[in-house]
């Protein structure tokens, strides 16, 4: 398969992530928001072990700048956190925090996501195919438990579920359109690789660090002993799950 056809298929990964999300969000309504919090938790646990077991070491071992390396993992974070103050990247995963964003701020907020997303894909596909794949892993894992918010947030809104599916589904495929756009300007992102890596990693850190971890927090909080528990062995089994993972392909 040609790297071309690597970046597509992976970065359709993602709209999987969304046809899965929706089908549990229609079969298991009374459970959607539990099943939802659970799998944030396993995200947060992958996200951390793909960042920093494999997208850092693969991003210094590309550059001959570490410092400028480290800016950029700095500059991912600081890149994810900007977009969502400033109302360009919504996260809401169990689609109850905080006001109500707009519809169409969700559907927009959710391209330029899916276009970032197939951004690294592209770039970590470039570098190599075992830092393709994992990246692609780690996002497809934190797309479900997004998906399933936003799918719950166009329910309650009024919108069909054909409506709603279709609509996650084309802010999805916006993935692609970022895998193409690195693919196609490769001659200049070539040199630039391992520093794009380096951000990724840094935006994974800060969604995993600031955004799900303090989710299942939250989530524990309210929860007896016993699932206090299950919520720790569902975050250790994503950790498990990542490590075994960089593992395994490195």
Not at 126 to 131: F, G, I, R, V
Not at 210 to 224: F, G, K, N, Q, V
Not at 232 to 245: E, N, P, R, W, Y
């Amino acid at each position: 398969m040609s790297n071309l056809l690597q970046i597509v298929f992976y970065c359709l990964i993602g709209g999987m992530a969304s046809l899965i999300g929706a089908i549990l969000i229609i079969y298991f309504k009374n459970k959607a928001g539990i099943l939802s919090n659970k799998l944030t938790s396993f995200a947060a646990g992958v996200l951390i072990t793909v960042a920093v077991l494999d997208l850092l070491p693969e991003a210094f071992g590309a550059v001959t700048d570490y410092k400028m390396a480290a800016w950029s993992v700095l500059g991912g974070i600081l890149l994810v956190f900007l977009m969502e103050k400033s109302g360009l990247w919504f996260h809401h995963h169990d689609g109850t925090h905080g006001a109500k964003p707009p519809i169409s701020g969700i559907f927009w907020g959710d391209a330029l996501h899916n276009f970032i997303d197939g951004f690294a894909i592209g770039a970590a596909f470039l570098l190599s195919k075992e830092a393709g794949i994992l990246t692609a892993v780690a996002v497809g894992l934190h797309e479900l438990p997004k998906e399933m918010a936003d799918f719950t947030i166009y329910l309650r809104s009024g919108y069909s579920n054909l409506k709603t599916l279709l609509l996650n589904l084309t802010s999805s495929l916006v993935a692609v359109i970022g895998g193409v756009t690195v693919y196609l300007s490769r001659g200049i992102v070539t040199d630039y690789e391992g520093y794009l890596l380096a951000v990724t990693a840094g935006m994974f850190l800060f969604i995993a660090l600031a955004d799900l971890i303090p989710e299942m927090h939250e989530s524990m909080e309210e929860a007896d002993q016993k699932n206090k528990i299950i919520w720790l062995l569902v975050f250790a089994t994503g950790l498990g799950v990542g490590i075994l993972s960089t593992l395994g392909i490195g």
